[in-house]
């Protein structure tokens, strides 16, 4: 398979809050000439620690916000240039997402269908199989300000794949959830990868990566600093000892190459 999502040295700066305004000269590297490639038809695991820039880059592919420099650019197309084109063939979820209390499931299902231009004989359909995928058909009616934490994340993964997108973009699908909502969540992203569409998924949960997963990058300090299939991973070491070394080299301020496997 041929790469559908490339990340091409990506570079994101967030200027430091001070009492006088923005002070731009202390700003906070988030993402330091990002490079990688996302082979087609898998699930690509993303690792890091907290703050190594991951959500920022897939927030820059989902188009949800600018990088000051480079692009990414999903089977074929430019965020940068054609960022409404992009956003049509990604579903991009986190467990940040907010929803309005106000509305219903069922409601909001009906407004981001026609906002992504699904056809209506279409969203009824899918509707019914995606609510009843994610045990969402009963609280349908429901306003969101009613819903348990867990039931709007499913809401809220509902809501980010109702075009049924191509390659979906998962940022901590599973942190909130029960065991079995989890166990759903993971069950369902196997079977998007069975029907050929491509996962990004961001975790930190070893165990579920070398599971699912088929490729896998670790990124510190905003830097891709190893990218490679898990069978290749698996051959030497396991993924969580070949994490740790490459942030303990990391830590001790050694030099780090990238490396393709």
């Known amino acids: 398979m041929e790469d559908i999502l490339v990340f091409s040295s990506l570079v994101k700066k ?22 990688f490639s996302v082979r087609g038809g898998g699930i690509f695991g993303l690792l890091g620690p ?65 906002l992504r231009e699904v056809p209506k004989d279409i969203i009824k359909k899918r509707k019914v199989l995606m609510f009843e995928r994610f045990g969402i058909y009963n609280y349908a009616h429901k306003q969101v300000a009613a819903l348990s934490n867990g039931m709007r994340q499913m809401v809220s993964l509902v809501l980010s794949i109702v075009h049924d997108p191509p390659l979906l973009i998962f940022d901590e699908p599973t942190n909130g959830l029960d065991l079995v909502t989890s166990r759903q969540v993971l069950d369902f992203l196997k ?46 070491t396991n993924l969580e000892d ?16 990238q490396h393709h496997e």
């Open 191 to 236: 079977e998007m990868k069975g029907q050929g569409k491509t996962i990004v998924l961001s975790t930190h949960i070893f165990d579920l990566a070398e599971k699912i997963c088929d490729q896998a990058g670790i990124i510190i300090d905003g830097r891709m600093v190893y990218s490679g299939t898990l069978s290749a991973i698996n051959a030497k």
């Open 50 to 114: 907290n703050g190594a820039g991951k959500t920022t880059a897939m927030r820059i592919a989902a188009g949800l916000i600018s990088s000051d420099s480079g692009d990414v650019f999903v089977d074929g197309d430019s965020v940068r240039k054609n960022k409404l084109k992009v956003q049509g063939k990604i579903g991009f979820f986190s467990e940040d997402l907010r929803l309005d209390e106000f509305f219903t499931p069922d409601y909001l299902f009906d407004f981001f269908s026609l």
């Open 242 to 257: 070949k994490f740790f070394s490459l942030y303990n080299e990391c830590c001790g301020k050694k030099i780090i190459e």
């Open 14 to 35: 967030y200027p430091s809050n001070r009492r006088r305004g923005i002070d731009r000269a202390n700003a906070k590297t988030a993402l330091n000439g990002l490079s």
